[in-house]
């Protein structure tokens, strides 16, 4: 049994409370910025946490063998340094996305994970270990209410349903079907929960590469809608794209100054650059985890709504 400290309160962090909680005997806490009532109904040990105080941090991860961080920016290098100071053994950074190494060399949707792998890069050396967890996108984006419905995805400015690639409601979708060499684009997905259940798995394995891969599905663009059609009954509405139309579309969001549409239209940008594309999933073998495939996942979340 080890003691795991999740930081964040996200629906991601949630998920993996759950399965901390009903598949091990690891102790675990919450940190938070916030008393966060919803969950310590839920029985689950909630502990204030000042990301500005490294002193605090520090104390808060006394006893803590492994850090499941679900945060971003300035306070994820803070909580970093501070597991390396009282010797967590193991750190899991705020990734769940593409490979780091797909990742753009200005990536406008970095929020500090580059400099936090330089960070962990360094303490490893210390003797900390880490380890990326790439899952690719998750299935929640696709859900009614989008990933907001679940209280993920805050941070990404493309919460709401609808916002990438397809809004299966309004019957449309916005698709970069080639890259720049002429193969059709595709991604690695996950759900979000799924996601969850692999790194709960993964805390048992007893050697820890840098990068864990995983997905619940890898499909072309042209293959998602066409199940998000087959749902519905009917096609969809497609834009077609390209990463020259798509740049173009961005240099209007930028000079018009709409904002949600420049966010948007990163995500495609990144999509169509192969940055959510891998096709090792090593940790699909290394652990008993079977995750949903995309089209059984969608068709239930929608059952009650089309
Ligand atoms: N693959 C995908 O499609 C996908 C999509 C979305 C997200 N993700 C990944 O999921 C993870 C969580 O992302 P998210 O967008 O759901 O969460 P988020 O909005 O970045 O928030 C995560 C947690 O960070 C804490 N937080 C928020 N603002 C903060 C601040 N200014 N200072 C310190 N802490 C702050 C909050 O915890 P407290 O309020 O409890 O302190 C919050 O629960 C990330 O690793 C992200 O890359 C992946």
Request: net charge negative.
């Amino acid at each position: 049994m080890i003691k795991v400290a999740i930081a964040g309160t996200s629906g991601l962090a949630q998920y993996i409370g759950y399965y901390l909680s009903t598949q091990t005997s690891h102790q675990f806490i919450f940190l938070s910025r916030n008393p966060n009532p919803g969950l310590i109904a839920k029985g689950w040990q909630v502990i204030a946490v000042d990301y500005g105080n490294s002193s605090d941090i520090e104390y808060k991860l006394t006893g803590v063998d492994t850090v499941i961080s679900t945060i971003s920016g300035q306070s994820q290098l803070a909580l970093i340094d501070a597991a390396a100071q009282v010797h967590v053994r193991r750190f899991v950074p705020s990734e769940f996305e593409g490979r780091p190494s797909a990742r753009l060399q200005h990536d406008p949707l970095d929020r500090g994970k580059k400099a936090a792998l330089n960070r962990l890069q360094h303490h490893q050396n210390y003797g900390m270990e880490y380890a990326a967890f790439v899952c690719g996108i998750f299935y929640e984006r696709f859900a009614p209410g989008g990933m907001a419905a679940f209280q993920i995805g805050n941070g990404t400015y493309v919460t709401g349903e609808g916002d990438y690639l397809m809004d299966i409601r309004n019957k449309t979708a916005q698709i970069p079907y080639y890259d720049h060499t002429g193969q059709e684009i595709c991604i690695c997905m996950t759900s979000a929960e799924d996601v969850a259940r692999f790194v709960v798995a993964a805390l048992d394995l007893p050697y820890w590469p840098t990068e864990f891969r995983m997905a619940g599905e890898r499909m072309a663009l042209g293959d998602i809608v066409k199940i998000a059609e087959i749902m519905s009954g009917t096609p969809f509405n497609r834009t077609i794209h390209t990463l020259q139309s798509l740049q173009t579309s961005l240099s209007y969001a930028k000079a018009v100054g709409n904002v949600p549409q420049q966010w948007r239209l990163h995500q495609l940008i990144v999509t169509t650059r192969g940055c959510y594309d891998f096709v090792d999933t090593s940790l699909n073998g290394m652990v008993d985890v079977q995750p949903k495939t995309f089209q059984d996942w969608l068709f239930a979340v929608w059952s009650q709504e089309l």
